[in-house]
């Protein structure tokens, strides 16, 4: 992760990066994306809450929880393993300001507000949703992103 972007190795070991946006306020919201290939139909944003659990003397964040916003309650029930299909969504429990996709396991937000609505609705379903933990680690080196 570097400023504004992360970076990858692709299977052919080449560096590429995927651009992110963080958003102050509760939850704060991950912006990552757009990502696909092609057309800018295929292209998407995906979004995930965070919490910052530890600070360092500077105030920059150091430890936190994120976890995938949510476009409202699965079809499936709760529990069910990740390595599943995708969750499928019913049209009738979208949050408010969410339209579902063609597909029926992503949605599009209306407005700010509803993209902060999803994230808070993640949290609080950690059943439906994948939560993990990101931890510093150190300052990027100036080789670190260079041509192998």
């Known amino acids: 992760m570097r400023d504004r ?25 991950w912006q990552y994306g757009p990502g696909g290939d092609g057309d800018e139909a ?9 919490k910052p659990l530890a600070r ?6 150091t430890r936190l929880r994120a976890w995938s916003a949510l476009c409202g309650e699965p079809k499936q029930e709760p ?5 599943d299909t995708p969750l499928q969504l ?10 579902l996709s063609e597909s ?11 993209v902060r609505r999803a994230a808070a ?4 379903h950690p059943e439906w949703t994948t939560s993990w933990g990101i931890r510093w680690v150190r300052e990027a080196r100036p080789d670190d992103f260079a041509a192998r």
């Open 104 to 114: 029926g396991s992503d949605c599009t937000a209306s407005d700010q507000a509803a």
């Open 90 to 99: 019913d049209s009738a429990v979208l949050l408010p300001g969410l339209a």
């Open 56 to 61: 360092d003397p500077e105030g920059r964040v």
């Open 121 to 124: 609705f993640g949290s609080e």
């Open 42 to 50: 295929d292209r998407r944003y995906m979004y995930f809450g965070m």
């Open 5 to 29: 972007d992360i970076a990858s190795v692709d299977d052919k070991g080449v560096w590429e990066s995927t651009g992110y946006v963080i958003a102050s306020g509760t939850p704060m919201i």
């Open 79 to 83: 529990g069910r393993p990740a390595s």
